[in-house]
């Protein structure tokens, strides 16, 4: 293409909106648009990028056998309440009308539609496995969208659904769909690492999160500095500190007007936050649930949610259930005479000798309690593990970085299938519900992620697979017809090879085209120059230092570049 | 692919819900699947045969100097209040609101989008011209979604929106499309010609439409049966019919007691509808308008639309306004002293002599009305060219088909980018608006055109080009490793050229399959039977006799069938 003819919208300005490089950078190269906050217009050159993404993703999925569906973004609510989740869904689905008020939804994901296309044209165990994918649109309505198609409303994701026979079937379906991913992020030339992730919650039976490091990142994941292990901090198993042991002393009950917080009661009973535990108090969909922690660890609520069976709705206690189930304000809750319908006891609290919790009575905590003796809960494993603790794995130390979710492999089982009576009859004649499993990636999200992983300061440094251009033809001065001939020659010979060139012809300072190039990310640079007298042109790699090479050699380096990455021009 | 590995969706019976031959066709090969009245999901077979429209038609843009773009789907009310369409659109827009209660459609269309990148990144006619396309989903909540894809409410459309700084540049983009649109649809074998299309009430100066004959057809179009006029019935001009000259009689007030159709009338006067006028009356933006037609006629409301100057709601007047205007019931209205705002008379019946019209009166009709004499309106073309009447081109006789839009190409001119105020720098630095143009393809509707235009009594019967897959590789029985062997070996071959091969290796009867083959439309088929034996197996197009040729001519036989229809595989 000839720079002439597209419409560049490059901005010497950093966008006052974007607070991480890749927004910065996909607005600063003219990617993207923002046409309403979190919704994003891909300009021609990011949606060059983009599909460049999603040509990987299209080639690996069907590598790995499965077959490329289009659904529809707008679906039926009939669907959402076959399957229970038109109520739990909450303000994050759009929901609008049609001329004949009848309810539909735009896609937040696909579970129901694949399902609903399983039972109606899968019938048999011989037709079985399926691994159906699209690359499609769908819709979020996020609190807060952020970082530009990081966290968008409107966004694309590969989302594959697989239907086995059996748990067997579903383990290869999903193995497949862990090697094409590691292949995929590979491609993409970006970090993901699959890291464990909670599952109990969606009802299914394996999950890994493909996560890219990233300071603003949702989630908080744990990597072990010796071994492999990489789990969301959701899943990570935390290992209960153990406490010295201590004779058991009686219990007291002590005055601390308007003293609450374990900063407060720290500094009044003057010890350490190791020997408070304190009691949260829940609603989990409906019933009250109290839960004790060490006074200095944090509740992991998905673990508290699957410790219950599975909550849809898991919500900090209101002032007047506080109240209602400690007979205090707020801040005094502890689990003496608690009124609440569970309680639930992390494991390090069984453990902790003659430990302060408040006195369900306003302005007071009791001191020298212990568990078995003063009261008793349902006691597992309801905290986060934190920085340094031991690794479940190999027992070295963790670590915790941010991470953002590009990916997510997921063993469904039967939680959509038998809800939506999605039945294939087996060798035996008998009629099963599919086991099934699905499989996201964020496709805008995985072009953003490249980018935050490939920049410096003068722009994006695409990997030369996604690249939205190769190769970037400059002629120094437009005007002079010898530069422009040998421009256009380069250009011609590369483009008729299958290389995506583009040649700056615009009537700009060749310092314009080059700082273009850089913010553009273009990997490979050809600037024809006054050199051409000497039969030579300069040639650059994004990153390294100019080379000065014959004009008859530029095809063989740029065939050079692409052996190099293992690619073939196409 | 490996039939074993496909989701095969075919059907024996005919779907009652399917009219037309490409929607039976389309549910019967398994290509889509109907989610919601006017939604359909795209199961692998037909997203694949989509894909191969939409990349001929990228092709064609990219060739033709266009960049491809990617919009949302979900757009801001704010950008549709700007162009004032936001409350013009009526029930056809789906709307939605976010969680914040803000407005939002999902895009029937996107000019104002365009228009409003156009602004924020054009700032100088250097830049000009551009013109940006995408392939998007496109929502119009249809009153009566019907004939599966054809006329369904979410679907793909290719549109298209140029950026000129002058009317010549205009003429070029436009005249480029006209070209590329003829090869598109070349390429895609439809037949769809591109017609004078309408373009007053939106505001353009030039306007085609790409058209198929279809029965089911929404427009009526006219072709001339001696020269190339082709035209939307909207939009031929028609031409009066000369009356026989007559004196001059007296007016005579006839009583017609509940007599008010021209039927009734006819018979009640004993003559032909040649002798009537009709008076219709409507609602125009708020005024009252009457139009007079002859009694044979049709009124053709887009001319009565632009004679007004391009109203936004046109409707039949109710029977309180018709009361208003003609002191009269519904069935008595007439010229002669009605109260409206404006009264627009047909040209052909200004040349009428001695006509009957109501009389305003309920019960009662006038007799010997004459124009000029009686009464004066504005004179004018307000009614449809009927069948056999002259071509406005060449004055030989038209036919009228009924025919369905797949293409429409249009000259806006500045009705967005004066509305939006989208404006550019000019070559004396003054500021102006952009010259307009758009141009859009039903990409789901052209899929299901080819169908339509390509089918037998067995299925589909692709074109080379837009066929999902070329060749279907059939061996007789997947039991007998020798025919496995050699299908195998063809299979692997072709796929390794580039052709879209597919190998049928299901447990099942080779009737079985020859059906599928024939039903799914594939070009061409191989067949893998006993006569290995003695080198030879079976080759056929898809309406062709059978030929047994030798099996190491298989490769060279496909590639003539590319050659012969200039294709190349790729």
Known sequence: ????????????????????????????????????????????????????????????????????????AVLPAELWQESGRWDVYGEEMFRLKDRNN?????????????????????????QLPVNLYQIQTKYRDERRPRFGVMRSREFIMKDAYSFDKDQA??????????????????????????????????????????????????DDVVFCSACDYAANIEKAPSTPEVSEKEDLKDLVKTETPNIRTIEELVKFFNTTEKKFAKTLIYNADGKVVAVMVRGDREVNEIKVSNALG?????????TEEVLAATNAQV????????????????????????????ANETG???????????????????????????????????NISRGTEVGHIFKLGTKYSEAMKATFIDENGKEKPFIMGCYGIGVTRTLASIIEQHNDENGIVWPLEVAPYHINVIPVNIKDEAQMEVASKIYE??????????????????????????????????????????????????????????????????????????????
């Open 310 to 318: 599975g909550v849809v709705n898991l919500n900090m206690a209101t």
């Open 169 to 218: 079937g579903l383990d290869l379906s999903y193995n497949k769909m862990r090697e094409a991913y590691i292949k995929i992020f590979n491609r993409c030339d970006i970090d993901a690492k699959p890291v464990e992730a909670d599952s109990g919650a969606i009802g299914g039976s394996g999950s890994a999160e493909f996560m890219v490091k990233s300071e603003v990142g949702e």
């Open 1 to 72: 293409m000839k720079m002439s003819n597209m419409l560049i919208s490059t901005l010497r300005e950093v966008p006052a909106e974007a607070e991480i490089d890749s927004h910065k950078l996909m607005l600063r190269a003219g990617m993207i648009r923002k046409m309403a906050s979190g919704i994003y217009n891909y300009m021609p050159l990011g949606l060059k990028a983009l599909k460049k993404v999603e040509d990987i993703i299209r080639e690996e999925m069907n590598d790995a056998g499965a077959q490329e569906f289009l659904a529809s």
């Open 364 to 398: 007071y905590h009791i001191e020298n309690v212990n568990y078995g003796r003063d009261f008793e809960g349902i006691v597992g494993d309801y905290r986060n593990i934190t920085e340094g603790e031991k690794c479940p794995s190999c027992g070295a130390k963790v």
């Open 331 to 358: 801040g005094f809750a502890g689990p003496i005479n608690i009124k609440v319908d569970t309680l639930l006891v992390d494991e390090e609290v069984r453990n902790m000798y003659n430990f302060i919790v408040g």
């Open 493 to 570: 010979e590369l483009k008729s090879i299958g290389v995506d060139v583009v040649l700056d012809d615009r009537n700009e300072r060749a310092g314009v085209k080059f700082k273009d190039s850089e913010l553009m990310g273009i990997p490979m640079r050809v600037t024809v120059g006054k050199k051409i007298s000497d039969g030579e042109v300069e040639f650059k790699l994004r990153t390294a230092e100019m080379e000065t090479i014959k004009i008859e050699d530029v095809v063989n380096r740029v065939k050079e570049e692409f052996n190099k990455n293992k690619l073939t021009i196409r």
């Open 102 to 126: 009848r309810d539909f939804c735009l896609g937040p994901t696909h579970e129901e539609v694949f399902t609903d296309i399983a039972r109606n044209e899968i019938k048999s165990y011989k």
